[in-house]
């Protein structure tokens, strides 16, 4: 089955600065791939995600990038904010439909001000 | 903007004790996904349905959890009986088989069995 692997586990960064969250998947035929942000006590949010026929998609501020024949794909935050500080999860999803996410282990994200 | 409800947001139990927690679907969403969420195990996948049907439970424990969707708005996660290391934030999400695949998180329950 589908294997997701996240790092780093924990992410310090400056105010201003990036953020990269890096995942690797295992099943070739996943093609799917959201990201989603956990604020303290809050319910997980989808942010973004894309699709395996997609290199790279970008919101504002955070974009996403899939390199499927590494099989792995990137979070990327720039000029981070310390509203930004939450927990961030990839996940994968093979094939489509009636298969649930495979989620990584989450990365904890601290913006310092 | 329509979301995962879920009741109750907190639940504090003694151990032994019967939990119902309960999960309405964003309406349309024929897929409902129970999420266990601890910092240790991160999500845990424990079951899912679609069409009300229960597709996988593998990740429950079966001697003490049973998962149900009485009606297309309501999906239910029980244990009996409750035991401490049951503690931990249960989410529910739903979704649909269509083009989006995503996945939409309820506000959770978050369990503490004494």
């Known amino acids: 089955g589908e294997n997701v692997e996240q790092h780093p586990s924990t992410l310090s960064v400056q105010e201003g600065d990036s953020a990269v969250i890096k995942c690797t998947y295992s099943d070739s035929a996943s093609n799917y791939f959201p990201w989603y942000k956990q604020e303290l006590g809050k319910r997980p949010q989808l942010i973004i995600d894309?699709?395996?026929?997609?290199g790279e998609k970008k919101d504002q501020r955070i974009a996403v990038t899939l390199n499927k024949t590494a099989k792995h794909f990137s979070l990327h935050i720039t000029e981070t904010q310390p509203e930004d500080s939450a927990v961030y999860f990839c996940a994968a999803r093979p094939n489509s439909g009636n298969t649930p996410l495979v989620f990584g282990k989450g990365t904890r994200l601290s913006v310092i001000a | 903007d329509a979301r995962v409800t879920q009741t109750p947001r907190d639940k504090v139990t003694e151990m032994g004790q019967e939990v119902t927690m309960r999960c309405q679907p964003i309406l349309g969403h024929n897929t409902v996904f129970w999420y266990r969420q601890t910092m240790m195990q991160g999500l845990e996948l424990l079951a899912y349905f679609r069409n009300r049907a229960p597709l996988d439970d593998s990740g429950m424990p079966k001697d003490r959890f049973s998962a149900e969707m009485p009606d297309a708005t309501l999906a239910t996660l029980k244990i009996q009986p409750s035991e401490p290391r049951d503690s931990a934030v249960y989410f529910c999400a739903s979704g649909t088989r269509d083009s989006t695949d995503t996945q939409y998180f309820g506000p959770g329950t978050r369990l503490t069995v004494l």
């Open positions: 894309i699709r395996s026929n997609v």
